[in-house]
């Protein structure tokens, strides 16, 4: 019976995983796909274009996006956006935090030398594993002016259910030779990532 239990814990460990990321990737490319279908049935008419070709159109507009915002004009017109947004109370927290995780998580040129894996020994002989996100958090900017260099490092907790922001002084960080993928899936799972 124990084994039976032992085959059926690693049928679940390896089977789950999958089609948790096959579902997931499911949803968003039919959901980008039911997005764009109007916008594509008026070009190709109702009903008639082929599969996949709203998500070729979403890759076509980001990239199109990409070079606009690359461009000064671009630049300058998200700006625009994006102080009528922090105008607006509700709206500019929730826009604010998705933009700055989809900073964080999808690295660009600008981002690069931000994103970095750190270690840090709050007490001696204890180290904990985190992730530099940029200058200290808003409003911290008074403290950190001691000639110092500053940075804001998330903690996270263990599966997913929260973490801690602290601002550090960099001389305190060990810059670990950690892919930030590999320490984000590493400090996540509380250290039980498969190698």
């Known amino acids: 019976m124990r084994q039976i239990l032992t085959w059926m814990a690693k049928g679940l460990l390896g089977i789950v995983p999958i089609l948790v990321t096959v579902y997931a990737l499911w ?10 279908a109007p916008a594509v049935d008026a070009v190709f008419g109702e009903g008639d274009y082929p599969p996949g070709t709203g998500l ?23 700006q625009g956006i994006e102080r009528v947004v922090d105008r607006l109370p509700l709206v500019k927290s929730f826009y604010g935090a998705v933009r700055d995780l989809l900073r964080f998580a ?16 709050p007490l001696p002989g204890v180290w904990m594993m985190g992730l530099v996100t940029g200058p200290p ?40 030779d950690v892919s930030v993928e590999d320490a984000a899936r590493s400090l996540l799972t509380a250290g039980v990532m498969r190698r």
Do not use: H, N
């Open 27 to 36: 949803w968003v490319v039919t959901g980008i796909e039911a997005l764009l």
């Open 56 to 78: 070729l159109l979403a890759a076509a507009v980001l990239v199109g996006a990409g070079v606009l915002i690359d461009v000064y004009v671009g630049r300058w017109v998200l």
């Open 106 to 121: 999808v690295p660009t040129q600008d981002t690069q030398d931000v994103r970095r894996v750190v270690g840090w020994e």
């Open 137 to 176: 958090v808003a409003g911290l900017e008074q403290v950190t002016k001691d000639g110092e260099r500053w940075v804001s490092v998330y903690f996270p907790m263990s599966y997913q259910v929260g973490g801690y922001t602290l601002a550090l002084r960099e001389r305190d960080l060990t810059v670990l």
